[in-house]
């Protein structure tokens, strides 16, 4: 397959003329079978600056058109994405080795998400506070907050930033964006698109939204400029350590959307035909490279065996669905890269290490694919939650462990750093609802897998996840200044707070 020659044409299709970008600084690969599909220069420090000041400016013009309006060239773009779902689907694919049908969802994620952000465009609102004084009214006012630096990951290359810019844009922010340097082309097309959508729209001021591409001395320029009023980095729990404190020390405000380690509780209530498929796309869907993917599963020990041995099976006949995402047969596609695969290889030997039972784990040659990295998803039964399953190992690992009763697995559950998403099955309410009181995840649901959140609600996760929500609810608070205002209408002299006098 010559996927330099089809990401060439799908490039030319959605508008990137790759010789602009030309260079040697970066090499970029498909995971699909190794092979090079660009070759970029990247920023410098001069080229970042010049973003920036040019964000700056665009949003001190954007700021003041109104947000309906605002919500018009995301109506705009969201359209233009729909006209190119599939060309940018099948380059999210090759460029990250998620399956077709994935990358169509995470296109598709990032349409819904201009949906919401249009709607949300007539709804950006205060709140009217009772005043504790005669004639005094007390408002909440919304401002456009600044420049948003958007540090995206290589899984979902452009959903992420959709979620973010899309929201900021309707705030009135203008945006920079650094993808990993592991997808930098998707996000090139996806400025391309903008830029196309900027042009139906008229009018917008240059600089709204960059793209910066760079290695990790770029992410901190762009971390450490008091120009940029927001860093929203997804990425590794490392990642976000590094980048937290370096926002913090200048006074900036941060939205970190870091590791997950989401688990699963399949109760002996459960019923198994709804638990079964959900616990496979979680565990082995996008090749266990979510953030929301299952790596954990507690189950009742009365069904232990039936749960570990139906699964085993299931894991067995994967080996057939494991191929090239471009084929809409396969179900799952490669690692990333070399580095990951051993990774996975060493949180393998590490879990044998810590008494584990693996099945399944090793590299999946493909005779035409010689160059991608594809493995059978690993299964693990442990007795104890060691060291390595409290570990995020980002690859299809997923760790099979027994459960006395509900009250007792919750404390398991919760004992690991990161707490993003969660998942209990059971036919039984008060279980249900025990479980969303107790799970310390940021996103906790019943019946249904760990991954795969709408954009509706507000995503992200506590303690080493980071803390952030982005995408739906009010998640778009965060690229907005509040401001609490109180105005009195009196005409006598004006009252003082707390019953304090100050009679001159
Ligand atoms: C991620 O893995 O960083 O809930 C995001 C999900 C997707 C988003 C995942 N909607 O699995």
């Given amino acids: ?48 600056d010049k973003k920036i000041e040019d964000a700056a400016k665009a949003f001190k013009v954007w700021r003041r058109v109104p947000a ?6 995301v109506r705009i773009f969201g359209n233009i994405l729909r006209d190119h779902k599939e060309e940018l689907s099948q380059l999210v694919t090759i460029e990250c080795g ?30 009217t506070i009772a005043s504790e004084r005669p004639n ?13 630096g958007i540090i995206s990951a290589f899984n979902f ?34 400025q391309s698109l903008f830029e196309q959508a900027c042009q139906e729209f008229g009018d917008v001021p240059e600089g709204l939204s960059s793209v910066v591409l760079g290695e990790r001395t770029i992410g901190e320029q762009l971390v450490v400029d008091p120009r ?57 869907g996008t090749a266990g490279q979510r953030c929301t993917s299952s790596r954990r599963v507690f189950v009742h020990k009365s069904i232990a065996d039936k749960l570990f041995n139906t699964l085993k099976k299931a894991y067995s006949g994967l080996s057939l669905k494991i191929g090239n995402p471009l084929d809409g047969k396969t179900l799952i596609g490669p690692l990333i890269d070399e580095e990951s695969f051993n990774t996975m290889q060493s949180s393998i030997a590490a879990a044998k290490d810590q008494g584990g039972e693996v099945f399944q784990g090793q590299r999946h040659p493909l005779e035409d694919l010689k160059g991608g990295f594809y493995v059978n998803p690993a299964l693990v039964r442990m007795s104890n939650q060691t060291q390595i399953v409290c570990h995020e190992t980002f690859a299809p690992i997923l760790y099979v462990m027994e459960y006395e009763s509900l009250e007792e697995v919750m404390d398991r559950h919760n004992e690991v750093p990161q707490g993003l998403s969660s998942t209990i ?53 965060n690229y907005m200044r509040r401001q609490t205002s109180t105005t009195y209408y009196g005409k006598d002299a004006p009252a003082l707070a707390q019953g304090i006098r100050f009679d001159i």
């Fill in 425 to 477: 099955f059971t036919t039984n309410l008060q279980e249900a609802e025990y479980f969303k009181q107790f799970s310390d995840c940021g996103i906790t649901n019943v019946n249904i897998g760990t991954s795969g959140a709408e954009i509706g609600g507000a995503f992200g996760g506590e303690k080493e996840t980071g803390g952030g929500r982005e995408s739906g609810s009010d998640a778009w608070k």
């Fill in 1 to 48: 397959m010559n996927v330099e020659k089809k990401v060439q044409d799908l490039l030319s299709n959605l508008g990137v003329k790759l010789v602009d970008y030309k260079g040697s600084d970066l090499k970029v690969h498909s995971p699909i079978n190794g092979s090079l599909i660009a070759e970029l220069a990247l920023d410098t420090q001069a080229t970042l």
């Fill in 136 to 148: 005094h009214v007390m408002h909440e006012n919304w401002h456009p907050l600044g420049v948003v």
């Fill in 157 to 190: 290359p452009v959903a992420v930033w959709a979620w973010n810019a899309c929201l900021a844009f309707v705030c009135g922010d203008t945006a920079i964006w650094k993808p990993s340097e592991k997808t930098p082309l998707t996000a090139l097309a996806v």
């Fill in 68 to 73: 309906p309006k605002r919500g018009e060239l």
């Fill in 98 to 127: 998620k399956i077709i049908e994935e990358g169509r969802g995470e296109v598709q994620e990032m349409i819904d998400i201009c949906d919401f952000a249009v709607g949300l465009s007539r709804q950006l609102y205060g709140l």
């Fill in 228 to 284: 940029v009023a927001l860093i929203s980095a997804t990425g590794s729990t490392r990642m976000g350590a590094q980048v937290g404190p370096k926002v913090a020390a200048r006074f900036g405000k941060s939205l970190l959307e870091l590791g997950g380690n989401n688990a699963i509780v399949v109760s002996q209530h459960a019923d198994l035909d709804v638990a079964l498929p959900s616990i496979l796309f979680g565990a082995v």
